[in-house]
């Protein structure tokens, strides 16, 4: 699990073979053999990072799919390392990105519930795409049902995602337990 972990997020990031074999102990022929394996069987990758490179490169960012820019001034840098990490930023930004305004669209969305409805719960913390409720004893599966339905239509009707958006619970006397 963590070496695919790695080789997913590391890949869409542009690492090399060198920074993944540092990352996983392997030799960087080894490293190499998986980069090219991932790269055969999941083609759409290497064509996602192709045009996004060639869309920012041409228009100085990048757009989540609900518009949100995010410019790259150093893409066009004679500097190799501004330059590379501009460019893996550049690839990341609309996918990370999009995931941001989905939580922030979520977020707004229950907020929106709690404030309207007369349970006795407030959302206390976000992490990346986790949201922390504390809740009175014995709702808890009544929140949990109300906020998956919200959350899991976060995105729509602004953007048609090609994938339904689903939602993970839990629950503890604290975010360790509930994880």
């Known amino acids: 699990r963590r070496k695919a972990k790695a080789i997913n997020f590391g890949l869409i990031d542009g690492m090399s073979a060198f920074g993944l074999a540092k990352q ?16 055969e069987r999941f083609p759409g990758i290497n064509q996602y990072i192709t045009q996004t490179l060639t869309a ?36 990341n930004a609309p ?26 719960a407030r959302m206390v913390l976000q992490v990346h795409d986790e949201l922390l409720f504390e809740v009175e004893s014995g709702a808890e599966d009544h929140l ?22 689903t939602v993970d619970a839990g629950t503890g006397p604290n975010w360790a337990v509930a994880h």
């Open 144 to 165: 949990i049902s109300a906020a998956r339905s919200v959350m899991e239509e976060a995105a729509d009707p602004v953007v048609h995602l090609d994938v339904k958006l």
């Open 24 to 39: 996983l102990q392997l030799g960087r022929n080894e490293a190499q053999q998986y980069i090219d394996r991932y790269f």
């Open 56 to 91: 920012a490169r041409e228009a100085g960012y990048t757009e989540t799919l609900f518009g949100r820019k995010t410019h790259f001034p150093r893409l066009k840098s004679k500097v190799q390392h501004e330059r590379q990490g501009s460019e893996r930023a550049a690839i």
């Open 95 to 120: 996918i990370q990105g999009t995931s941001a305004d989905i939580i922030k669209r979520a977020m707004i969305d229950v907020s929106n519930w709690l404030a309207i409805g007369d349970l006795d």
